[in-house]
């Protein structure tokens, strides 16, 4: 291999190895949070969080209970009936 193109090799690898520390170092000073206050805000967001992704769902699903009369699973449960989109 020629002299010149493993300069650049290896200097483009100390600049992507440079370039991963500064954006790491980055996302890691961020303002950080000690555990009880992240479960305390998550706890607090929760029934939001819930009620967003609960209308989501009837929007894309039909979740309405519509058992099967003369289907049954194994112990009496029954089995929707129809097609579920």
Known sequence: MNRKPRILLVLSWFAFAAAMIVCGAAATSASPEDFTALVQRLQQEKPSFAKR???????????????????????????QEGVRL
């Open 53 to 79: 992704h609960q209308q989501l769902l009837a929007e894309r699903y039909d979740l309405s209970d519509r058992p099967a009369r003369s289907v049954t699973m194994s112990r009496g449960k029954p089995v």
